[in-house]
């Protein structure tokens, strides 16, 4: 969308080819607030009217379409979003003058290749460089002391890094999803390196971590491959969770002998006296068994470890964290000690000690599994990525279930939740391609956020009728669903919640919602029948076009509902009809009101079947009962198909007739309840062919042998059904 208003804006200005910087003045100073032109390259210039440019305002270049822009060696400052979307932008000088980057400066200048940061820069904002894809090489100024998060977040071409000695904290996300970053170097005087700082990214095997750092934040070397090997410095006092979670390359965490707070044993973190297990390194091989000493294992503690395929929790274990075993993607089970107080485990599955809760399921179970009677409670990720998993029983002793329990079961086809469960948590099925079907309870009385987001094979959704909220991208990205049912219990529907659902063209919104999120329905959305007031809406619900109708009964309504305008619905017309007409009656037809439940039945003639109803040509249904919400004028067709075998009689020769000609032309007539569409014939165990005519049809010219002669016919339909042979046996005489 940004790259379109770019484009608009050009076509706006093409009559001018005159740049135009618009600017305020403040403290005898120039502050440029918007440029519009086209000049290649852009020269910010030192003075404007007479004034020195001091300043670029926010946004005062965005979407600029120039590959060079020169900044004035003026400007001290380069505001919020200064020249974000610059998408030629191929380089930039920052000027040794500016103090100050604001947030998102740079923006997504995808082709931005080469930036130099002047000296004085103190500050970088918020995502200042981030998605600056083509962007190679940076340097962070000594001087440089506040860093905003994400500043090179996703800088997918970054390859090496120098961080300035004035940088005492590496900010969250600072080099988020920055895959090629293989050269940084952490300079001592760091305190902090913060949650997911170097996620995703290339980082040197053995990274040197320097002794000034004290905290080590959540996932902030997550997913980094590459790295082998880790050491925790002494001065080390706080390491998030999954700080080294899906280090597939990563065998050797060790600590410090001086530090205070943690410790290693066998290449694995440990608190300092070796009771609470933290990370273990992804890299390593086989199975593990928690040491004795182990009281409590930290929440994803073995993140990402496909390497482990067995686990053994002693009895000291007393409190296990959420997802202790997400992406262990070859563990096959979980044994527990039998002496232990708190946990044990079944089938390799792992339970609270009374079997009330269960935790975790190997992601390596397979086939079908039914929990077993006494679980209360499906745990956070349980089931997460259980991709062999075919098949689920739910019993009614379950009352919840909990946050993303079996997002990523990607071979679940179908699931019925009992009505005993009056909870399912936040992504509980996300990521569940397989998923064709899914019985939700009655007893819910929301539909959680993200809860079935990304279920592709998921085709038609019955929203419970208590259910009082629909969340945000509850159903997001389930590109088949076509069919919704929103109960009249409803009263708000969340952003997202049916974004890029393709194959949702109709939706009927009950009288009880009262509001919608933005973007809640797909492009593909064509008609939207409103039963009650309009909702009220924060920005567009609808991604494109869609034609809006309401009941001429319902108030509050105008000639336009978020962006589009509005038609008061009237009633529709339904026609029903049969091919062949002799195949069948029909009936259900008749006029109805908007978005109104109509049932069509279709009953076969004898010697017919019912095939299945049509619209335009278009299967709509194989059954003869076939239900269905109006959504405009509809024609109907029911589809029989002829089961009757035509009849076939032969008029001559008769059977045992004796004939003195040398040659004959057999006749007969065949019939059928529609269409004769061919008479076979063979005569003496020739060959078969096809007689001239069908209802009334010949063999002619058939050689008579002398004495016996035999003659087989038969009649086919258009539909392949045949009649019975008819033999006729006669004779040839001198």
Request: net charge negative; charged share 10%.
């Amino acid at each position: 969308m940004k790259r379109i208003a770019v484009l608009l804006l050009a076509l706006l200005l093409a009559a001018s080819s005159k740049a135009t910087f618009f600017y305020t003045t403040t403290n005898n100073s120039v502050i440029i607030t918007r440029y519009l032109g086209f000049d290649d390259p852009v020269v910010i210039p030192d003075t404007l009217g007479g004034l020195p440019v001091v300043a670029i305002g926010d946004t005062a270049f965005a979407g600029c379409a120039a590959t060079n822009i020169s900044i004035s060696t003026n400007v001290v400052s380069i505001g919020e979003s200064a020249f974000e979307t610059c998408y030629n932008l191929v380089s930039i000088d920052i000027p040794n003058a500016v103090t100050n980057v604001g947030d998102y400066a740079f923006l997504e200048c995808d082709s931005l290749a080469e930036i130099a940061i002047g000296t004085n820069v103190i500050s970088l904002g918020e995502g200042a460089f981030e998605n600056c894809t083509s962007l190679a090489d940076v340097v962070i100024p000594n001087n440089a002391t506040a860093i905003g998060i994400a500043v090179f977040s996703g800088c997918t071409d970054l390859t090496n890094a120098v961080i300035g000695n004035g940088v005492e904290s590496i900010a969250d996300s600072m080099f988020f999803n920055c895959g090629k970053l293989n050269s940084v170097s952490i300079p001592n005087g760091v305190t902090y390196i913060g949650a997911e700082a170097f996620f995703g990214c290339s980082l040197p095997p053995g990274l040197s971590i320097p002794g000034s750092v004290v905290s080590i934040g959540i996932g902030a070397f997550a997913n980094c491959s590459t790295l082998t090997s880790i050491t925790i410095p002494e001065n080390t006092a706080e390491i998030g969770n999954s700080a080294f979670g899906n280090c597939g390359g990563l065998t050797n965490i060790s600590v410090s002998a001086d530090n205070l707070n943690y410790g290693s044993s066998n290449g694995i973190l440990f608190n300092k006296s070796l009771t609470s297990l933290l990370a273990y390194p992804g890299g390593l091989q086989g199975s593990y068994t928690i040491p004795g000493s182990v009281t409590n294992v930290e929440a994803e503690a073995f993140l990402g470890c496909t390497g482990l395929q067995n686990i053994i929790i002693p009895e000291s274990v007393l409190n296990i964290g959420d997802a202790p075993f997400y992406k262990c993607t070859n563990l096959k089970q979980i044994v527990v000690s039998k002496g232990n107080l708190q946990y044990s485990s079944s089938a390799g599955i792992l339970f609270n000690k009374d079997h009330t809760t269960l935790i975790a399921c190997p992601e390596e179970k397979m086939g079908a599994y039914m929990i077993p009677h006494t679980v209360r409670d499906v745990g956070f990720d349980a089931f997460a990525d259980c991709t062999g998993l075919s098949q689920i029983t739910i019993p009614k002793s379950v009352l919840s279930i909990e946050d993303v329990a079996f997002a990523g079961c990607s071979s679940l086809t179908k699931i019925t939740v009992p009505d005993s469960v009056t909870n399912i948590g936040i992504a509980a099925f996300e990521n569940c391609y397989g998923l064709k079907s899914i019985k939700l309870p009655d007893s819910i009385t929301s539909i959680a956020q993200n809860l079935c987001q990304a279920c592709d094979s998921l085709t038609n959704i019955v929203i419970p009728s208590g259910v009082g909220s629909i969340d945000d991208w509850a159903f997001a990205f389930c590109t088949n669903l076509s069919s919704v049912l929103i109960p009249n219990s409803v009263t708000n529907i969340g952003d997202g919640a049916f974004e890029n659902c393709d194959s949702l063209t109709n939706i009927i919104i009950p009288a009880s919602v009262a509001s919608i999120g933005d973007d809640a329905f797909s492009a593909s959305l064509v008609n939207a029948f409103f039963l009650g007031s309009p909702p009220s809406v924060d920005d567009t619900i609808f991604a494109d076009f869609v034609n809006v109708y309401y009941l001429p009964t319902s108030s509050g309504w105008t000639e336009s509902f978020s962006g589009w305008p509005t038609v008061p619905a009237m009633p529709w017309t339904v026609t029903v009809s049969g091919l062949p007409g002799n195949g069948g009656t029909v009936s259900g037809g008749g006029t109805f009101a908007p978005a109104s439940s109509v049932t069509v039945r279709a009953t076969a003639n004898k010697g017919f079947a019912f095939a299945n109803w049509t619209i335009d040509g278009n299967v709509v249904a194989s059954t003869a009962k076939y239900t269905f919400t109006l959504f405009g004028d509809t024609d109907l067709q029911a589809n029989f198909v002829d089961t009757a075998a035509p009849r076939l009689v032969v008029l001559y020769p008769h059977v045992g007739q004796k004939l003195k000609t040398a040659t004959i032309s057999a006749t007969g007539r065949a019939s059928d309840n529609v269409d004769v569409a061919a008479v076979y014939y063979q005569f003496n165990q020739g060959a078969w062919a096809i007689a001239s005519g069908t209802t009334n049809w010949s063999a002619p010219n058939l050689q008579l042998n002398p004495g016996r002669n035999v003659l087989n016919v038969y009649a086919m339909d258009d539909q392949g059904n045949f009649s019975k042979t008819n033999r006729v046996v006669f004779f040839g005489t001198p």
